[in-house]
């Protein structure tokens, strides 16, 4: 595995942030959001994060590359309720070739909800790896 | 809308069935199953309607059509809990050149837990509408 | 079945509009938004009118009810994409003792993308199905 | 972080499986199942698999206790397809007073797609911390 679990709880140690309001439909029945509605949350803020270092998701499939998801990791410390706003840190923690790491640190009203990492590997149209062109590893490693 | 809304609540009006056990990933707050997740449901079953008359959707897919969804109804009547096996009895109530109907009766221990109906449009790898290929027609206005 | 599908495609016959960004995980193989997360996004739209009517959602939980999905009708018009912002125009279309329908025109880029209504009861925290309050009432019969 | 990142390739170090056919739903943009995808497959195979050892998930429940996710993580080896079977190996490979680890091994047809382990916490029905009684502990103690 290449992750890394040593993930800041320092909003300070993040370059972005993004919030999102807990939809109805990511609750589940213990009354809270469902452990997998974090994954999709990380993704967004991920997109809004690329959007802000001023390259859309879109042009970056546009240009024929993907982000694929290699490792995830999250911890939850504590639940975040329908109509939460959770605020999502997210930053680049490190950066090779043809993989990096993000990190991702979720506060609700001041409170740490969980930590989060994703390992992503660049790949070509086809699903295939491939080394980051090298403006994505100038948009990426200074991030 | 070519939807109809006229379903019937008799098992025996439709063609197949598929078991679907209830995730607790599709529950809500409300502890229940979020209304939502029955739209995974009717698709999953009719998937697996495909493959009981013989074409497997995959196989749809690869000679390059797609069966579009253009209307979606759903009547909830009683709400289903996580865990519950919710029986989708399916069928087609009509078939046009390009587009067709499916009914759904969603049944949990014997009672009517909804009703549902979709409107599919065939159309081609391009998302374009496209009049169904023959074997299609003979698939489905059949079945 | 209590739904009306007479649902208008002008926007100025709304109340309220919301704004919402799709996301990745809501596309399928299809390359587009999947027609399920269209439910969510309603879902959404309606918590976001609530809260704009004055009376946030969790607020109507806390005091013991909840608004059940009873109903639910979509006309998918055309696909919306990953990182579209779908702006989902929101009304409340009629209102009865016990039951409320909202209609939805979902808009990208100016081309209608989506028609839908859901249909509501109101129910307490049983689940049974009760009288609107006097407040509800004035708050959804004048929106 | 509690959670262990030795997770086996090998199927015979896990004491049950369960076969998950992948929805259309479930896909993405990219033509795969989304990374969020597996995260209710693991669920619901750790469902099926209490249900196996003797105590379904509802009843646990019942019984005043829920089993919350603490840490999540997942290793993505190759994409999963819509219409695969996924077979979820499942075991447990810690047990503790009021913790306990799961590990998942994710295969289509003979190859590795995922690799991936949950942390879950007893609590009790307010969400609070509790250690197992002594039934669960037994039951998963052994398993």
Redesign the interface.
Known sequence: ?R?S?DISTNPSDYAFFFDI?V??????????A???SY??WL??SR?EFLRELGT???EIRAQGF?L?????????RR?A???DVVRVHTGISSFKAATFQMNYLLVVEGEVCALAATVHGVVDAT?RATRAPSWMRELLAGA
């Open positions: 595995m992750i679990l309001r939809r109805f439909a990511e609750t589940d029945a213990m009354g809270v469902h452990h997998s994954v999709a993704e967004a997109v859309p998701y879109p993907d694929a998801v290699l490792e995830l990791f999250a911890n939850y639940s309720q329908f109509d699903g």
